[in-house]
């Protein structure tokens, strides 16, 4: 079983930049696709933007493109997600996740993600 782990959150103005890290533990890594996802209270948690397992595809959802890349580190077992030119509705709880699955259809979409970190808060103030 998979545990992660994610670090990099704060406090950032509007317009600023984060780097998100997750780190996993298991050595089974590299054979999962990897997503972000972000929930803020009293909304349901949304994707944010998936990798697949040798980092060849990615995903995102429109608001981020070009905004946020997702990349990962097979080696160090660890995916991270940089954001940059963060708006206000950036705020929110981010979590990595690790999928048995392939394709956009099952990445963008949470129950196909088998394990979950416990969340580092993002803050963007405007």
């Known amino acids: 079983q998979v545990q992660l782990v994610e670090s990099g959150g704060g406090f950032v103005q509007a317009g600023g930049s984060l780097r998100l890290s997750c780190v996993a533990s298991?050595?089974?890594?590299?054979?999962?696709?990897l997503g972000w996802f972000r929930q803020t209270p009293g909304k349901e948690r949304e994707f944010v933007a998936a990798i697949s397992w040798d980092g060849g595809i990615t995903y995102y959802e429109d608001s981020v493109k070009g905004r946020f890349t997702i990349s990962r580190d097979n080696a160090g077992n660890t995916v991270y997600l940089e954001m940059n030119s963060l708006k206000g509705d950036g705020t929110a709880v981010y979590y990595c996740?690790?999928?048995?699955?392939?394709?956009?259809?099952?990445?963008?979409?949470?129950?196909?993600?088998?394990?979950w970190g416990q969340g580092t808060q993002v803050t963007v103030s405007s």
């Open positions: 996740a690790t999928s048995p699955k392939t394709g956009r259809y099952y990445l963008t979409t949470g129950p196909y993600y088998n394990a």
């Open positions: 298991g050595r089974t890594f590299s054979r999962y696709s």
